[in-house]
């Protein structure tokens, strides 16, 4: 087949990756953090409002529930962009850029300090960002790949592609 990719591995990118995992192998774990954290919420307001409703101060253990809902919510909103900015911290020196071409028996990934071959076995899921492929290698490791910067075929054509080598549908996720 030929087709290649570059690309740059910044926020954007594990951003994806990130949103690719848990629409993907991580959906049912995702589904129930979420249904926990709507629990505290709906826990937290209640203690407050029970707290004021009697006509008793807020206090400090009111503050400090307030908080931790805050903190709650801000990383329901934003754990994509968390687990990215995780993910940017754990990248290797040298990696921040990838070459990869997918040939018919595998593909191969060259970064600034090493190249490596990948079956199509290897790949548990696959997503389709606006902007990228996403594959999932397991529950904790995934790559992507840039569709504008894709040579030796079309978007279109990569897809068939690799939901035919891989016998997994490709996700479109938003």
Request: aromatic share 10%; hydrophobic share 45%; net charge positive.
């Amino acid at each position: 087949m030929g087709i290649q990719f570059e690309t740059d591995y910044n926020m954007e990118t594990l951003t994806a990756m990130a949103k690719g995992l848990r629409k993907t192998v991580r959906k049912k774990r995702s589904h129930r953090v979420h249904i926990f954290a709507a629990v505290v919420l709906i826990l937290g307001l209640l203690t407050i409002l029970a707290t004021t409703a009697g006509g008793e101060p807020l206090g400090a253990s009111g503050v400090v529930t307030m908080l931790a809902m805050l903190v709650v919510i801000l990383v329901s909103l934003f754990e994509d962009k968390l687990n990215a900015w995780f993910a940017r911290k754990r990248l290797l020196p040298g990696t921040e850029h990838a070459v990869a071409t997918f040939e018919e028996d595998g593909y191969v990934s060259a970064t600034g300090v090493t190249e490596s071959r990948f079956s199509y076995a290897q790949i548990v899921a696959v997503a389709e960002t606006e902007r990228y492929f996403v594959f999932a290698l397991s529950s904790c490791h995934t790559q992507a790949y840039d569709k504008r910067n894709i040579r030796g075929g079309s978007v279109e054509d990569f897809r068939a592609f690799i939901a035919k080598k891989t016998g997994k549908p490709v996700e479109d996720i938003k």
